[in-house]
């Protein structure tokens, strides 16, 4: 345990002795008794949950369900034969049915005859949509609150306040003139000059024309790279040193009729960790999930195509692929054919030196980027959905190749370059919230927001499905990312701008599903990029819910927003809008109105207006326009006016509440109060009696005047205070 977590622990232990019979071990014993009777309602709702998910309708009801990838006859037959049979027989059925369920390879079965998996969630997943903090947490337990289904389309024109959507900017048409790709700050793997165009027939030409390996600190350690040595056994027994790519080149060009035969050949060049992958999620996917003629056309003819394409690596990427790390903006050009290459390694688990997940490897700031992770583990539901976009990804591709590129570029901002938040004057830019449509449906054009993880793509490979992983999924292309991009600091973004969409969905977090082909059809730039911008930025992890609201974390999160928004000297008539959401809420566990107000401060301060849609929240959309109308509109408030206001609203009201209770009055009502001159002497809301800060003094005047004046790059520098984004995805 590190020096700095030993400071904590005696500090919480000291924190917490009171004396006996004080009010503060009668409002403690009462704490510790309501968190015993949660714990143990949880655990009742989950048994109730697990209880109905064995029962004979619900089973049914399920199976009717989860049939969108076969012939809908069969559900339909089942339904009608439901609706018309008695009570008791319907329960006999349906526990046949849920007892018929296996992972073992099935009979050969005609596809009329063809079941509806059904799978189980994963002990990894949680069994409702809300989630708790460690239980060994220092900080209080609290509640988030995760959607479980995707926002409405967008459709009600009641659905929506503020300017009309068709009055923000937008790509192409509000861009400056896109200028040609060039090689400043930027590496670009393929062959310059080069222009778009819409009558191309074969994708970009790689850069240069033979192989260039670098084999460094700085650079992708690339499977076919001649220093990519692995130990192999001879015949006599003894153990000799083989270039790896070799080994990778015969393990596939064997043949591959199945899942076992594929677990095989990957592990033929992966020895070492062939008694700890398992391939079960991988297995069950083709042996259960699929039809057996989806299963035999992936076989015959994708997975060949694929192959092929993965063993091009070293004619199609021939420039050395720097990494995008910490401290450096850096730009990466690839053509989607590039990218396709590189994805199908990761699915065949090619990459060297990126399986171990030990803390001081060498890529232990990055992300995973072979597919052995999604092919392991508890065959769930998210992972067959999961693995549903991948394949179908690389059917598309492998049989028809876009044409295009796609730019990646790591935006750093130093920290004595941001804005002087509490003294800036800037007013509010325009909103359009909307509680209906979503980011990358309805954004087209704009600045879409990634709810990001710091690691680049959260749990995309993993047991994740919240909105980074689902707009990963629907776009493959986005994973590269995960291959050159090191962990995000708090000073920094991920721009990836091109990427196609490929995929439609269903659903959210537990019920999300991959809804079928989705031909993209937006415009390219004259570098051959779609004009869909996407900024990953990254927002604290919200354990203690009064911490958010202190003057650090606020800050921190403004800058972490600007970096993603900001866009240099740009005139502002040349800048899309910002399309964002509860960024930072829901799975992070952040307040929707304090992260609400981040970004459109952030937005006014980098001279764009903002598109927000609230996920179905109405009630929502029409606190943000009201307070958005009452800050722009009607009183002229500025940034650093409304800083201030936040600033007042975390010392007056939100440190006065005891531990992860929340204030009676919320940000909003307390900013109208508070400029209006109707704010009460009790500004919590709360009476001072028994038990709270006021009486007992746990808060003094002293610990304010010690937060308000910490820097915010100090607190940062505590890596303690955050969680392992890595190991605990939201």
Not at 135 to 156: A, F, G, T
Request: net charge negative.
């Amino acid at each position: 345990m590190s020096e700095s977590s030993n400071r904590k622990l005696r500090q919480s232990t000291l924190q917490f002795k009171p004396t006996p019979n004080s009010p503060q071990k009668r409002k403690m014993d009462r704490t510790n008794q309501e968190q015993e009777e949660k714990r143990k309602k949880a655990g009742d709702a989950a048994e109730s949950r697990r209880a109905q998910n064995t029962s004979p309708d619900k089973s049914d009801e399920k199976i009717a369900q989860t049939s969108k990838y076969f012939d809908n006859k069969e559900a339909e037959e089942s339904k009608q034969k439901k609706e018309s049979e008695p009570t008791e027989k319907n329960a006999s059925e349906g526990n046949a049915k849920a007892d018929g369920s296996s992972v073992d390879p099935p009979k050969e079965k005609s596809d009329e005859d063809a079941p509806t998996q059904q799978y189980e969630m994963s002990p990894e997943e949680p069994d409702s949509q809300k989630t708790t903090a460690s239980e060994d947490s220092l900080d209080e337990v609290m509640e988030i609150d995760i959607p479980n289904k995707k926002p409405s389309m967008l459709q009600r024109e009641s659905s929506w306040r503020g300017i009309k959507l068709t009055d923000l900017k937008t790509a192409p048409t509000c861009l400056s003139l896109v200028k040609p790709l060039n090689r400043k700050d930027h590496t670009v793997l393929i062959k310059l000059p080069y222009q778009f165009s819409d009558k191309d027939t074969q994708p970009p030409s790689p850069y240069p024309a033979s192989f260039v390996d670098k084999w460094d600190q700085d650079h992708v350690r690339m499977p076919c790279s001649p220093q990519n040595e692995y130990p192999v056994e001879t015949k006599t027994s003894k153990t000799t040193l083989r270039q790896r790519w070799g080994l990778i080149e015969e393990a596939l060009s064997g043949k591959i009729n199945g899942p076992f035969e594929l677990e095989d050949a990957i592990l033929t060049y992966n020895q070492r960790y062939s008694k700890k992958w398992d391939f079960s999620s991988m297995k069950q996917y083709f042996l259960d999930y699929l039809r057996r003629e989806e299963r035999n056309d992936f076989f015959s003819n994708t997975l060949p195509k694929m192959i092929k394409l993965a063993l091009q690596l070293p004619l199609l990427c021939t420039t050395p692929i720097p990494l995008l790390k910490q401290g450096k903006s850096h730009s990466i050009t690839l053509s989607q054919q590039q990218i396709a290459c590189l994805l199908a390694n990761a699915f065949f688990c090619t990459f060297p030196r990126r399986n171990t997940r030990q803390r001081h490897s060498e890529y232990s700031s990055y992300p995973e980027i072979n597919f052995n992770v999604l092919f392991q583990g508890h065959p769930s539901r998210r992972k067959m959905e999961k693995l549903r976009c991948i394949t179908h990804y690389f059917k598309r591709v492998t049989d028809k190749m876009p044409l295009g590129t796609v730019t990646f570029h790591r935006k750093v901002i130093a920290s004595g370059r941001f804005p002087r938040w509490e003294d800036l004057g800037t007013d509010f830019t325009n909103l359009h919230v909307s509680s209906a449509g979503t980011i990358e449906d309805d954004g087209k054009g704009m600045l879409q927001v990634d709810f990001a993880n710091k690691y680049i793509g959260g749990g995309v490979l993993g047991m994740g499905a919240v909105q980074e992983e689902i707009r990963f999924l629907i776009c493959p292309e986005m994973i590269i990312t995960r291959l050159f991009t090191e962990v995000l600091d708090k000073n920094e973004s991920l721009i990836m701008l091109g990427c196609e969409q490929f995929s439609k969905y269903e659903g959210y977090a537990d019920t999300f599903t991959w809804d079928g082909d989705y031909q993209d059809k937006t415009e390219r730039d004259v570098n051959g990029r779609m004009h869909t911008e996407v900024v990953a930025i990254d927002a604290l992890v919200i354990r203690d819910y009064k911490k958010q609201f202190q003057k650090w974390c606020v800050q921190r999160e403004l800058n972490k927003a600007y970096v993603g928004f900001h866009c240099g000297e740009e005139s502002a008539n040349h800048l899309p809008a910002v399309c964002t959401g509860n960024w930072g809420c829901g799975a992070f566990g952040g307040d929707k109105r304090l992260k609400a107000l981040i970004q459109m401060m952030a937005a006014s301060a980098a001279k764009r207006d903002v598109c927000y849609f609230t996920f179905d929240d109405d009630e929502l959309t029409d606190q943000l326009y009201k307070i958005h109308t009452f800050i722009q509109r009607e009183n002229g408030l500025g940034v650093g006016n409304v800083i201030q206001l936040i600033d007042q609203y975390s010392r007056n009201v939100v440190q006065k509440t005891w531990w992860n209770a929340k204030p009676k009055k919320n940000l909003f009502e307390y900013i109208v109060a508070a400029f209006e001159g109707t704010l009460d002497s009790d500004t919590t809301g709360d009476d001072f009696s028994e038990g709270s800060v006021e009486a007992h003094g746990d808060l003094n005047d002293s610990n304010y005047s010690k937060e308000k004046d910490m820097d915010v790059d100090k607190m940062d520098d505590d890596k303690n205070d955050e969680p392992d984004y890595k190991s605990n995805t939201p």
